[in-house]
Nanobody
Framework: QVQLVESGGGVVQPGGSLRLSCAAA????????MSWYRQAPGKEREFVAGIDNHVPFTTYRDSVKGRFTISRDNAKNTVYLQMNSLNHDDTALYYCKANSGSLGYWGQGTQVTVSS
């Protein structure tokens, strides 16, 4: 059974940094495009960043460009999200997603709270 396990969330002050990790199991990691999404209370889930499986090409939502960096380590079956200069709008449950063609899997999420 495919598993995506996120970690690294927590409470951080505005301006702080966190590094999220998503470890994948029971899938051929190299075949999957990996993404991070987030969902704040009362809002829809939104795309944050994505990284493809070979080049690697990355893409970000506008509000995190220059602050967040997505990366992957195919040898460790892990994708990361380095988040810098965090602000209150970044508070959300962050999810990892794996996509390959019509196949898609989600993790359970890790909470990020930006609070002074």
């Amino acid at each position: 059974q495919v598993q995506l396990v996120e970690s690294g969330g927590g409470v951080v002050q505005p301006g702080g940094s966190l590094r999220l990790s998503c470890a994948a199991a029971c899938l051929t990691f190299n075949n999957y495009v990996m993404s991070w999404y987030r969902q704040a209370p009362g809002k829809e889930r939104e795309f944050v960043a994505g990284i493809d499986n070979h080049v690697p090409f990355t893409t970000y939502r506008d509000s995190v460009k220059g602050r967040f960096t997505i990366s992957r380590d195919n040898a460790k079956n892990t994708v990361y999200l380095q988040m810098n200069s965090l602000n209150h709008d970044d508070t959300a449950l962050y999810y990892c997603k794996a996509n390959s063609g019509s196949l898609g899997y989600w993790g359970q999420g890790t909470q990020v709270t930006v609070s002074s």
